[in-house]
């Protein structure tokens, strides 16, 4: 497969660290996958080629031997007892909160709050914020792109709360039309533009920068979805200007059962609480309970401390790499891969250009559908996903029921390429 | 390889690339829609029946949507025609998957067995025929549209 410089790269450094730049940031996949135990199962003799990364990634030993050795040494309940080793395990997970913090950039860990995933974090906002601040009169404005679980909730509580629900459409190239967005300004009060960063069924990058200075213009916040984003991109909340994101450790060689939300403290201290019970509490009377100081405000009862543990150990696993390094990986792979299946014939690709998109392909072969083509890959143990995931308004937009989505982690390789577009091959010839 | 010919064995292909039973029926005495929401899949079904106002004269179905779930939908035609509607009401789904013959996963089993559940949803309109337990809920999961 041809060697590429990311365009990225070469945009933001000078031209003479462009070279030590690409050069630093090329990662060893077959050194990875060491690192990745399904990869010892063998099936028909061979190894999967687990092309779904983003519907879940899969695990490193690393990270899933920091969770063993905090449940063998440090485990108990946070901030509860007085004794060692629950003062080990708040120190675990106070620590991973600031590891997360971190991670995306955050003025401070207090606006980090762990949640169930991603999901749950869209959920948390659009109850607790959208139900306190939404009413008649008032727009919430998603895309066509997104994510059920940044759709609905928004969809459910505008219902809720009498307020409009509007979706920013997509062009051609499965790219946002921004030009959409003013309109929606003179049809009511914009209080939320809720955005995926990556879509997970196309791979488009969005300019969440753009769309949040359009939501402050006009004010209203920003929700950001990054559960597709965060394996793969480096976060950065104050650059991407949004009030709220939310990711999920699972999609990042984390574990499931954890996630995060962000958000700003001014805005979640003037927000309700939203799961209510032990540890959100300041103080508890019969008449009245007050509640605790952020982020445990946002986090009733026991937490995915484990969990938590686990995706502190994702994330250094993941910086060692360096997510740079790992963004140039995909963009090898979904170029090449682009670049095979369109040469195949009678292959539909949908989304953006490479340059443009994460490493995700959505595609159709003829009119095959999707489940069958699946199935013949996975009788050579190629896993890739179809059906409509999770974007149901997206599929009609495309007018298909569903398509095919092969998606690249840190730990795919050409040769899992080559083993997709044979099976794409075996699904013409069986179905012609 | 051995478990393409068992799963997309030839008589699957057959009938998927060459669906028995294939339209729709004018006036048809039964008639009803399914989908599976989860993959798309799409199966209208017509029935006709004989003087005695039970026997299964003709049955045609059109849809789309995975080789599995239109090559049994197929199959199921062939099977039931000529048979009593009172019978077919009662047919165990076993039957149709014996005729289909590929081990099939949770996922595919409701693909292949969508065809099946369409019919009975028809015959019940038409004939009050009863729905068995297990349709019903199946009813709810693949969205049975009302005919009317």
């Known amino acids: ?296 405000k946002f986090e009733a009862g026991t937490s995915p401390i484990a969990e938590a543990v686990g995706l502190a150990a994702a994330i250094d696993y993941l910086n060692a790499i360096g997510l740079d390094a790992i963004a140039a990986h995909e963009h090898e792979l979904t170029a090449y891969a682009l670049e095979q299946l369109s040469e195949l014939g009678g292959v539909t690709l949908y989304g953006p250009p490479p340059e443009r998109r994460a490493g995700i392909i959505s595609f159709n072969v003829g009119d095959i559908h999707p489940h069958d083509v699946a199935q013949v890959l996975d009788m050579d143990g190629v896993a890739i996903r179809a059906g409509h995931h999770c974007c149901q308004p997206l599929m009609a937009k495309l007018g298909v029921a569903a398509t095919n989505r092969a998606s690249f982690y840190l730990y795919s390789i050409p040769e899992e390429v080559d083993r997709l577009v044979e099976g794409v091959k075996r699904a013409k010839q069986l179905f012609a | 390889m051995g478990e393409f010919d068992q799963l997309y064995r030839e008589v699957i292909l057959d009938h998927y690339k060459n669906p028995r039973g294939h339209g729709a029926i004018e006036n048809a005495d039964a008639h009803a829609e399914g989908q599976n929401p989860l993959c798309g899949d799409e199966v209208s079904i017509y029935v006709s029946f004989g003087d005695d106002g039970d026997t299964i004269d003709d049955v045609k179905f059109e849809g789309r949507g995975c080789a599995i779930s239109q090559a049994a939908t197929s199959m199921l035609t062939e099977m039931v025609k000529g048979r009593k509607a009172t019978e077919i009401a009662e047919l165990p789904k076993e039957e149709l998957l014996e005729e289909i013959g590929i081990p099939l996963t949770p996922v595919r089993l409701k693909c292949a067995i969508l065809g099946l559940g369409v019919l009975k949803v028809a015959l019940h309109r038409a004939k009050g025929t009863p729905l068995p337990e297990e349709w019903s809920s199946l009813a709810s999961e693949l969205e049975f549209d009302a005919d009317d």
């Open chain 1, 1 to 296: 497969m041809p060697a590429v410089t990311t365009t990225a790269h070469a945009r933001t450094a000078g031209t003479i660290e462009v070279v030590a730049v690409t050069a630093k940031a090329k990662l060893d996949a077959q050194k990875i996958r060491a690192d990745f135990p399904f990869l010892e199962e063998r099936f028909n003799g061979k190894q999967f080629a687990y092309l779904d990364s983003a519907v879940t990634s899969q695990k490193p030993r690393q990270m899933l031997d920091a969770m063993r050795a905090f449940y063998e040494h440090s485990y108990g309940n946070v901030h509860r007892g007085v004794y060692q080793l629950s003062e080990r395990a708040t120190a675990a997970f106070e620590g991973a909160r600031e590891k997360v913090r971190g991670f995306v950039n955050a003025p401070s860990h207090r606006e980090i709050v762990f949640t169930r995933q991603a999901t749950e974090a869209i959920n948390l906002v659009a109850y607790a914020w959208g139900l306190n601040n939404l009413g008649p009169g008032d727009l919430v404005v998603v895309t066509e792109l997104e994510h059920h679980s940044n759709f609905v909730p928004w969809q459910y509580i505008a219902k809720r709360t009498g307020a409009g629900f509007r979706m920013v459409p997509l062009n051609d190239n499965g790219e946002l039309e921004l030009d959409a967005l003013d309109p929606f300004a003179h049809e009511g009060n914009v209080k939320v533009v809720a955005t995926n960063l990556v879509s997970n069924a196309l791979g488009t990058i969005n300019p969440v920068d753009r769309i949040a200075q359009w939501a402050h213009e006009h004010g209203a916040i920003m929700v950001c979805d990054a559960a597709q984003a965060a394996p793969h991109i480096p976060l950065d909340v104050q650059a991407l200007g949004c009030d709220f994101l939310a990711f999920s450790a699972h999609k990042m060689c984390g574990p499931s059962g954890v996630g995060v939300l962000w958000g700003k403290a001014e805005i979640l201290e003037a927000m309700e609480p939203f799961n209510l019970g032990g540890h959100m509490i300041r103080k508890v009377r019969f008449e009245e309970t007050t509640w605790g100081e952020l982020p445990h």
